[in-house]
């Protein structure tokens, strides 16, 4: 038996779904389609359904003008908490603790059709930082890696005298923790993760 389920994504704001022609259909927001999803779906398997635009049209393609208000969409069948993580926004927790997970409330992207609700809680990695960031890193240890700064600066403290005592390990040891750093091997003692920015 094929189960069919209206999905009508918008939330009464029509105004900020007005595209009239301006849009092409496949990417116009989930929040401003009106489709008949398939919920005895084969998971992963990919499906064609038909949406209507809640308010104005848009682009059949980039080689026609045509405009419409109704077409085909494609979605793969799978319920919204099942969608990669590249595909959905999570709420950040700075507090977390190295080798933890906290629970974030994430959102799926606006382009992708899934099953269920849009919103929903995940348990998230936690990446937490100490403020170090990899190019300050990699400039003390090309600048002062022969005197163990760039080690101090991490917080690895007998490696740094060991890089003193050792003058860098006559520069071959200073060498190799810039290439270390400059790949994101050598982190901080902490275990956290350098700031990027």
Known sequence: MLTM?????????????????L?????V???????????????????????IMLNGTCLVSSTSSMKVREFEKN????????VPLDNH?????LQCKKNDYYQSNCTIDSNILCL???TFYRNVECSFTSG??????????????????DRFYLGQVKEGFGKIFSFGGLGVWTLIDSILIACGYLTPEDGSVYITT
């Open 5 to 21: 389920l209206r999905f009508l994504f918008g939330n009464g704001e029509y105004e900020k779904c007005l595209h009239i022609g």
């Open 132 to 149: 170090y960031r990899t190019r300050t890193v990699f400039i003390l240890s090309v600048l002062l890696g022969g005197f163990g700064v």
């Open 23 to 27: 849009i092409y259909c496949q990417d």
């Open 116 to 118: 269920g609700s849009r």
């Open 75 to 82: 979605y793969t069948c799978r319920y919204c908490y099942q």
């Open 89 to 93: 926004t999570c709420t950040p927790y």
């Open 29 to 51: 927001p989930v929040e401003c389609l009106d489709c008949l999803l398939e919920v005895d779906c084969v998971y992963g398997q990919i499906i064609s359904t038909k949406c």
